[in-house]
Nanobody, 126 residues
Framework: QVQLAESGGGLVQAGGSLTLSCAAS????????MGWFRQAPGKEREFVAA????????YYADFVKGRFIISRDNAKNTVSLQMNSLKPEDTAVYYC????WGYGLRLQIPGEYDSWGQGTQVTVSS
């Protein structure tokens, strides 16, 4: 299975931007749909964005549409999440995940993913 490692988290003021990256190793990255999830203290892990393995179709949670952009670079085995207009409620640990041959609405379901990274903390101050 692919192994994942996130980077790019940190502290940012409300209205600011951050770009998270996830590097994949030990697997055929091109065969995996990639997703970003987040988990705030006391809350369940929730879907943020995903991108398919073949056509690069993207999916977003309603609360990030127009603010976040997911992209992938198959040559570098990386997926990124550009986060703009950040809000304090975006504060969470962000995880990237890989779903082999994943597609469609199943990409919003954490249990569908095969591999997870360790997460990176994003804190947005007001």
């Amino acid at each position: 299975q692919v192994q994942l490692a996130e980077s790019g988290g940190g502290l940012v003021q409300a209205g600011g931007s951050l770009t998270l990256s996830c590097a994949a190793s030990r697997g055929t990255f091109n065969n995996y749909a990639m997703g970003w999830f987040r988990q705030a203290p006391g809350k369940e892990r929730e879907f943020v964005a995903a991108i398919t393995w073949n056509r690069g179709t993207t999916y977003y949670a309603d609360f990030v549409k127009g603010r976040f952009i997911i992209s992938r670079d198959n040559a570098k085995n990386t997926v990124s999440l550009q986060m703009n207009s950040l809000k304090p409620e975006d504060t969470a640990v962000y995880y990237c995940a890989a779903d082999r041959w994943g597609y469609g609405l199943r990409l919003q379901i954490p249990g569908e993913y095969d591999s997870w990274g360790q997460g990176t903390q994003v804190t947005v101050s007001s």
